[in-house]
């Protein structure tokens, strides 16, 4: 697979960005029941291994999950503090759960493997975003298995099929959109910022 | 005006953020008029007097701007690094351009004079989103005028509904949901993060 031009930017801006943990956090914009967004920070866990995919993870209890199923329309902004640059991702998110098809398990295994033990553990806290549980036992659990992952543990997969692209250093400023067309090409364009 | 206890929160964390310059920056989720989110880094330009609504800026030429027109809901997303903790603000916008009530225009007007000439400058330049403009000239029109807020110019105004505050740190973390009732309070829940 060729990568598309917007990928050498993201890896380029990951690495200028590598001082600070927090440039791989961004933001989820996805659409709730009542049509309205919602929005929220994930943490970007790399591609899917020969695609142009990104990975988050999330837990089958969170309302985005519900969302996705519904609605799987999405927007990532991904701001870059130290390069002052921007990445607006377009596309399509796919929420691979325990029951997905059985081609997509070994990345959702794969991807619970490399977690922390931290990230796993929050998989079997309580239910998020319910009334708080307030026995403190209730949020240091048994450590879950590290090898075969639980079952509300979902894998994210984000399609990209439109990235804007704003360098807000620049001379005014620079910024382009690169958009997926019809015959799966790339094509990119300057625009004004 | 009594504060609604989410504004001491905001006050706090953008005091213990001021190191960095773009704890004032947030991503902004809204509709397209296709149902498709779309989510956009804006800098926050503090609350309108006597109120609780989060002043934005905004050009009436800009995508934003139509969305909002047509489906006011909104959700930002407010990451704040130094202090490890997340605000989710739900709220309805409101877009005060050149014609909005004239009650609105002395708060769109006050803007105005208070931005950077950098900032203002961004309203004579060509249309955002346009195939680029490659004349240079183009982006270094005479500067207009500080008193008088261009046409295009808009304040974008945000009125919260509810608040979900994410502590990263805590044992294990803490998280709260503030609502704005039917009889016009703000109530508080801990709920799980």
Same mark, same amino acid.
């Given at each position: 697979?060729?990568?598309?031009?917007?990928?050498? +930017?993201i890896t380029r801006a990951l690495h200028k960005n590598r001082s600070l943990v927090y440039s791989r956090y961004l !933001? +989820?914009? %996805?659409?709730?029941e009542n049509g309205f967004p919602a929005n929220r920070t994930v943490v970007f866990r790399g591609f899917l291994e020969d695609t142009n995919q990104l990975k988050f993870i999330t837990d089958i209890r969170s309302e985005k999950a519900e969302q996705i199923v519904k609605q799987p329309a999405a927007e990532i902004c991904w701001y870059f503090p130290n390069t002052r640059e921007q990445f607006r991702i377009t596309g399509k998110l %796919? +929420?691979?759960?325990?029951?997905? #098809? #059985?081609?997509l398990q070994p990345a959702r295994i794969k991807m619970w493997q490399e977690l922390s033990d931290a990230a796993? +553990? !929050? *998989?079997?806290?309580?239910?998020s975003g319910k009334a708080r549980v307030t026995t403190p036992e209730? *949020? %240091?659990?048994?450590?879950?298995?590290?090898?075969q992952p639980v079952e509300n543990f979902c894998l994210l997969l984000l399609e990209p099929t439109k990235v804007d692209h704003l360098e807000l250093r620049g001379e005014p400023q620079n910024?382009?959109? $690169? $958009? $997926?067309? &019809?015959? !799966? &090409?790339?094509l990119t364009e300057a625009i004004n910022p």
């Open positions: 697979m060729s990568l598309p031009p917007w990928r050498s +930017l !933001q +989820l914009a %996805t659409v709730r %796919t +929420l691979v759960t325990a029951n997905s #098809h #059985h081609n796993r +553990l !929050q *998989f079997v806290w309580p239910d209730a *949020f %240091t659990p048994p450590a879950p298995d590290t090898i910024r382009w959109v $690169y $958009y $997926y067309n &019809e015959n !799966q &090409e790339w």
